[in-house]
């Protein structure tokens, strides 16, 4: 199955998002708000306020079946079989090769139910690959593209619960990190997902695309007095950055494994096969020769994705993700380096614009908030 | 913001203000609006040449790099420093103290080639 994108989708908020004086720019294709007030306000609301951004670009896929938990368990690095009914994990899809497919979030919703949210300009991919292997192995679920039925909205900040809080009967503070939990917010159904791409505390709905507008409008009004900002999608990656959370097509990509992304914690081995695990295998038996890593620079100049980088003279790799982080006012990055490189304190150079500018690397993440 | 009558704007988005046989270099407006958050500007050193149409530096936003070109040639008699300490001045005031270099002209005639103000505002309306 496959469609043709002739032009550019629009969530159901485009409208809102217009009369908020949003800057629109193009999204994986979609047509997405970049930012409304600025970046650095919008970034600063959700470090200590509060934030609202629209993420109904990404996507969903459903997996009902006797035997969906074994399908998600075939086609994910993370070990679906250990979640409760209520829990989510982030996950990934991986090719044979162990590259990535995607990254993804798994929810269980019942033995024989799992919803999994993926990333917007992969979410046929997605589907047609987890589809593929279903039916290749005949298993007993069904895969299901429901990403049309949902809006997402993201409500991020210290200030997130107590917002969400007076629209909802659920009692929030009982729904622990990456749980989540089927309700109301202002009085339209929605799941309720204590999860985030943000480093900070909050939550991520799920709702009907009839229901984005009316919940958008009464989660900004309620939000008022908490300070709360409309936030698009640059706020939402120098956040994502200074958490050192990986984005499809920077950090991870076809040609990048789990282990190279510094994301072995997602990848279970003890659970059995999976696609991607005899690759995985291989690269952990040799050792892998490149490794994700943080830096900050030091110099004059801001390290960009896909600048190069220089160590003592000679090439050594390059930037995946790079910018200023307003939290801590400085420039940070995230590259590629030989994995005996990819350690705090090494000295680089970031190659900007023809001239080579000093950086070290360091520890990541960059920010992380403090347990309430 | 308005645009001032007495400089001239490139298709680029800097505007080039002359007197005395110095050009004084900013960017737009309208420029500093379409980046965001000004975070850093990389400026030539004093005595360095620039040149019609090339780059002679850049402007970081939030979350990308400009570049900036010269709408005339000659040498860089003088750097904005206050621009060092506080780049987001240039989302405040780009066609008043954020200005970015000054520049002794070396074909002053170079000027008629560029936009006046009235050009430029319909320009940046129809792009």
Redesign the interface.
């Known amino acids: 199955m496959s469609v043709a994108v002739s032009e550019l989708r629009r969530t159901p908020l485009c409208d809102v998002h217009c009369s908020l004086n949003a800057?629109l720019v193009e999204f994986g294709g979609w047509h997405m708000p970049?930012?409304y007030a600025?970046?650095?306000?919008e970034?600063n609301a959700v470090r200590t306020a509060v934030g609202i951004f629209d993420v109904s670009h990404m996507g969903e896929i459903e997996i009902r079946g006797p035997e969906a938990g074994a399908l998600v368990d075939y086609v994910s690095t993370n070990h679906a079989a250990k979640l409760k009914v209520g829990q989510a994990h982030y996950s990934a899809l991986l090719y044979e090769h162990g590259g990535f497919v995607d990254d993804i979030l798994v929810h269980k919703i019942s033995d024989d139910h799992f919803f999994i949210c993926v990333n917007a300009s992969n979410q046929w991919k997605d589907f047609e690959h987890i589809a593929e292997i279903r039916s290749q192995r005949n298993m007993k679920a069904e895969v299901e593209f429901t990403s049309e039925r949902y809006a997402q909205l993201a409500i991020q900040g210290p200030k997130a619960l107590p917002v969400v809080q007076r629209l909802t009967e659920t009692d929030l503070s009982a729904i622990k990190y990456y749980w989540f939990t089927d309700g109301t917010v202002a009085g339209f159904p929605a799941r309720i997902a204590h999860t985030g791409y943000t480093g900070e505390d909050g939550f991520e709905i799920y709702i009907a695309p009839d229901a984005a507008q009316p919940v958008w409008n009464v989660i900004l009004d309620t939000g008022k007095e908490f300070g709360i900002q409309p936030c698009g999608l640059?706020a939402r990656?120098?956040l994502r950055l200074e958490a050192k959370m990986a984005l499809y097509g920077h950090e991870i990509t076809a040609t990048t494994n789990p282990y190279e992304a510094d994301l072995a914690w997602i990848v279970k081995m003890e659970k059995g096969p999976f696609v991607g695990r005899r690759a995985l295998e291989k690269a952990r038996e040799e050792g892998v020769t490149r490794k994700l890593v943080g830096f900050e620079m030091k110099g004059?100049?801001?390290g960009?994705d896909g600048y190069e980088v220089w160590i003592d003279g000679t090439p050594a790799g390059w930037v995946t993700s790079g910018?200023?982080s307003?939290t801590l006012n400085k420039?940070i990055g995230l590259c590629y380096l030989p994995v005996e490189k990819a350690v705090p304190g090494v000295e680089i150079q970031v190659i900007i614009?023809n001239s080579p500018v000093d950086a070290v690397t360091v520890a990541t993440p960059f920010y992380k908030r403090a347990k309430a | 913001m308005s645009y001032p009558e007495t400089y001239k704007y490139t298709k680029e988005h800097e505007w080039v203000h002359v007197a005395d046989g110095e050009g004084t270099i900013g960017i737009t407006d309208h420029a500093q609006h379409e980046l965001g958050d000004i975070v850093f500007v990389d400026l030539p050193k004093i005595g360095s040449t620039v040149t019609k149409g090339q780059t002679f530096g850049s402007v970081e936003s939030v979350k990308a790099v400009s570049d900036i070109y010269s709408p005339i040639s000659g040498e860089v008699a003088a750097i904005n420093e206050l621009l060092g300490k506080s780049p987001e001045k240039l989302n405040e005031d780009p066609h008043g103290d954020a200005w970015l270099i000054k520049v002794k002209l070396a074909a002053p005639d170079e000027i008629n080639e560029l936009m006046s103000a009235p050009d430029y505002q319909k320009y940046i309306g129809a792009e």
């Open positions: 800057k970049v930012q600025g970046i650095l306000q970034h640059g990656n120098t004059r100049g801001i960009r910018g200023p307003p420039n614009r």
